[in-house]
């Protein structure tokens, strides 16, 4: 069945350290997507990144980069130099072309707390 | 150009009453998905709507349901609420059906059943 597992419940930092979230996935489909959300107190929740299942390439943005690894069903997610605006909750989710078209199965989130 | 809004904020009721959320989705998107993130949890998916059709459904009772408008707005009911229907109600709104399009999500509307 379709699962998508972050571990890390809360991760606290300090200003300039850096971070990653982990997210480990589970799916029988070859063809998925698989996307980062962030959600700031506010509630709703910002798009990261996507990255389908045939593209591995790593990608960088800003301090921001990912890391997929279709071996071990991970796509983990690094903040370089985090700082105060990056406390949030994370969340790590999943697209499959089966199944109910669109949904997005999401993990339980990683709380990240940044302190100055 | 205007995200997606959602209807009303904050929602305080009652159990076994009704209730109805709304949503409009971003100028152009005719696909509306609705979510729900008890605390401390991930959000779940519960419907998806394209065309004024359903096209999924997740995990829920009966007593959820929804529709979508010719403007492709939409409307998530839920009747006779139960304490376990306390949560954010997210909407999420995408260019079309596919599962790899990406959805851009509202505000969400915070339901608290006493």
């Known amino acids: 069945a379709q699962k998508v597992t972050q571990a890390q419940t809360e991760i606290s930092v300090v200003e300039k350290e850096d971070v990653t979230l982990d997210c480990v996935y589970e799916?029988?489909?070859?063809?998925?997507?698989l996307f980062w959300y962030k959600q700031p107190p506010s509630g709703e929740l910002v798009f990261l990144i996507r990255?389908?299942?045939?593209?591995?390439q790593n990608e960088i943005s800003g301090r921001y980069s990912w890391n997929f690894q279709k071996s071990t069903s991970s796509f983990n997610f690094t903040i370089t130099a985090s700082q105060v605006v990056d406390s949030a909750v994370y969340f790590c989710a999943l697209s499959e072309v089966a199944g109910s078209q669109g949904n997005l199965i999401f993990g339980k989130g990683t709380k990240l707390s940044v302190k100055p | 150009d205007a995200g997606v809004t959602q209807s009303p904020t904050h929602l305080i009721k009652t159990r076994g009453q009704h209730v109805t959320l709304r949503c409009s989705p971003i100028?152009?998107?005719?696909?509306v998905s609705w979510y729900q993130q008890v605390l401390g949890q991930g959000p779940q998916f519960i419907f998806q709507?394209?065309?004024?059709?359903?096209?999924g459904r997740g995990n829920f009772p009966d007593r959820f349901s929804a529709r979508q408008f010719p403007n492709y707005s939409s409307e998530l009911n839920v009747n006779a609420l139960l304490l376990g229907d306390s949560a954010l109600y997210l909407c999420a709104s995408s260019l079309g059906l596919a599962f790899y399009n990406e959805q851009f999500f509202g505000p969400g509307t915070r339901l608290t059943v006493l």
């Open positions: 990255r389908n299942s045939f593209d591995e």
């Open positions: 799916t029988r489909d070859t063809t998925y997507y």
């Open positions: 100028s152009g998107h005719k696909s």
């Open positions: 709507y394209y065309e004024k059709e359903e096209r």
